[in-house]
Structures are given as structure tokens and as C-alpha cells.
């Protein structure tokens, strides 16, 4: 039987749309910088698409577009003048940075009050314990679309195929605090797809086109694609078959249209706690 597709741009909407009554509601003025160094084509429609996403649900949002050739120590400036700007309550650094900047230190260099990626050392400590006031958005906005299908991650078997620092690592967090028995694979993984087979909810992000097979997948299970792949032909693919998957797991992310917008409104949501926590 077919798997039901888990919208994620209704999901997308309906949490901007909250973020948007709730500033409404109390009177919350509300502020994210978003910089961008250099210009990446793809970075460039990122953070257009924020900006979009701020004017919808009533955040300001202040842009810095610097010059590929900006120095370190002029990034840093930039990043301490945000963190003292009292209208500014999240700070988004457009990652990846040019070469010749060193990320980490930039990352690092962001008040953990503003840090509304959840990229800093501090706040990952905190998701690690699971007493956090920000979580990463695109983990975040997984968790969401998990919630939607009504599916209770307790005892579930999960499978997240990906270690990385911003998706992979906080994802099985995310899901262990939710009770599942989590697995994580990577490249050295040997019998990856017996392993994921086993899976009630599984979570790609590899970042190869096509990379999870209907012989990967369980009858039934939770399907969550976070891959963004670009095809030759300039067309955006996940990491999941889709067309033979589909046909096999009980619910499943398109891509585009699942996981992507997902990850911007968890954006929004972060910036209207950073700006209620600095009420407090
Ligand atoms: P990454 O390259 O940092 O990590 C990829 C992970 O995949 C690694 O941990 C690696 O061990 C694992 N891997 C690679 N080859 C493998 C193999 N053959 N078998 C098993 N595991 C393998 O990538 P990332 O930053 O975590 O991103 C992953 C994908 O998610 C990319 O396509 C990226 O574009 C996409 N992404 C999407 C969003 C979104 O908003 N939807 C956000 C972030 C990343």
C-alpha cells in the first residue's frame, strides 16, 4: 500500500503560523540577524527565504551581506555588535563560510542567548542533557514531522543514517529523548540495510541522491528525508528512492516539500524564544 506523504510545507505553515499569533498576541518585538559572507547562489536562496519567513510572522530581521573577502577578525566584530544589540535576539551565521574563515571560532563567538541555530559548544552540552532552550532546526523540524503522523517514538525502533554535528548527532538525541531505541549509521556501518530494515522510523541524512532502497525499509515504517541532493539536470532530490520507498513505508517526507520548509519555521520558533527569554 502507498505510504502517506507527510506534508511538510502544511506542518511548515502551521508552526509560523503560531509564531506569528503568539507575537501578535503579547506584543513581542522580536529580532534575528541573518549574515551571509560571500555569494553562494544556494546560501543566497536560504536566506531570502528567511527573510520571507521573518516578515510573515512578525519578526524583524536585519541582514548583513559581507564580501567573500572579509576577515575573520571584521566577522567577529560583527558578531560582538549583535550580541550587544538589544534588538536583535537571534544571530544566524549562513553556513557554509568561505575557506579562508575559520567557522568554528565564528560559531563559538555567538552569545548562546542568541545562538538560535543551536550550534554553540554550550547549547549542544544542554541538548546533550536534555535541558534546552533551543534545539537545532533542522533536527527540530524532523521531530515535527514525526509528531504529525501521530506516530509515539517511545520503544520504537529508530534508525538515523548520518553523524554529522548538525543533523545527524541531534537527531538520535532528539529521538532518544522521545524514549526510541536509537541507532545511528555512518559510513563505516556494515550491514546498513539489514540495519535499517529493522527501523519503525528512519531518518537519511547522507547527502546521496537515492541512497535509501525499498530493501532498506521496513513495511510500514516512518520515512524521513533530509538530503538535498541537486541532480545533474538541476532537479532537487532526497536521499530516499522515493518512487519505489513510497510504495513499501507507511509515511514518508517528499522532497522538495518535506524536511526544507521544516527547517526555517523551527528557525522562527527559536528566534521567538530567544526574544521571550530576554524578558525574563
Ligand atoms: P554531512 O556530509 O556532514 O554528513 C553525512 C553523513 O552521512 C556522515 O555522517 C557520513 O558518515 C554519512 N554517510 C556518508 N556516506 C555514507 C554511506 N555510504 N553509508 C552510511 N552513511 C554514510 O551532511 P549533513 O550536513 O548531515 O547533511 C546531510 C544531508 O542533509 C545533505 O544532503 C544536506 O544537504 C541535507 N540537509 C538538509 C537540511 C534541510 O533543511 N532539509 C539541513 C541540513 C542538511
Known amino acids: 500500500m ?9 506542518v511548515s505553515a502551521a508552526v509560523k503560523e503560531q509564531v506569528r499569533a503568539e507575537i501578535e498576541r503579547d506584543c513581542i518585538k522580536a529580532g534575528l540577524a541573518v549574515v551571509i559572507v560571500g555569494d553562494d547562489p544556494a546560501s543566497r536562496v536560504y536566506v531570502n ?6 516578515e510573515l510572522c512578525g519578526i524583524k530581521s ?22 550587544n544589540d538589544d534588538n536583535v535576539d537571534g544571530i544566524l551565521v549562513q553556513l557554509p563560510l568561505p575557506k579562508h574563515l575559520d567557522e568554528g ?5 555567538i552569545s548562546p542567548k542568541k545562538d538560535v541555530d543551536a550550534f554553540h559548544e ?23 514531522l514525526i509528531h504529525s503522523t501521530g506516530v509515539d517514538v517511545a520503544g520504537k525502533e529508530c534508525v538515523v543514517i548520518g553523524r554529522s554535528n548538525i543533523v545527524g548527532k ?4 532528539l529521538l532518544l529523548h522521545e524514549n526510541g531505541t536509537v541507532t545511528v549509521c555512518h559510513s563505516k556501518t556494515k550491514n546498513l540495510a539489514e540495519v535499517c530494515a529493522r527501523a519503525d522510523i528512519l531518518v537519511a541524512a547522507v547527502g546521496r541522491p537515492n541512497f535509501v532502497t525499498a530493501d532498506m525499509v521496513k513495511e510500514g515504517a516512518v520515512v524521513i528525508d533530509v538530503g538535498i541532493n541537486r541532480l545533474e539536470n538541476g532537479k532537487l532530490c532526497g536521499d530516499v528512492k522515493f518512487d519505489e520507498v513510497s510504495e513499501k513505508a507507511g509515511w514518508i517526507t517528499p ?3 518535506g524536511v526544507g520548509p521544516m527547517t526555517i519555521a523551527m528557525l522562527m520558533k527559536n528566534t521567538l524564544t530567544a526574544a521571550k527569554q530576554k524578558k525574563q
Request: hydrophobic share 45%; net charge negative.
Open 170 to 173: 541531534p537527531m538520535a538525541m
Open 62 to 83: 536585519f541582514e548583513y551581506a559581507l564580501p567573500a573577502e572579509t576577515t575573520q577578525e571584521e566577522l567577529l566584530e560583527l558578531v560582538d555588535t549583535l550580541n
Open 2 to 10: 502507498a505510504a502517506k506523504i507527510i506534508d511538510g510545507k502544511a
Open 49 to 54: 527565504n528567511k527573510k520571507k519567513a521573518c
Open 122 to 144: 554550550s547549547n549542544v552540552g544542554k541538548i546533550m542533557i536534555g535541558s534546552y532552550a533551543f534545539l537545532p532546526c533542522t533536527p527540530a523540524g524532523c521531530m515535527e
Open 255 to 257: 522532497v522538495p516539500g
Open 105 to 109: 571560532a565564528v560559531i563559538e563567538r
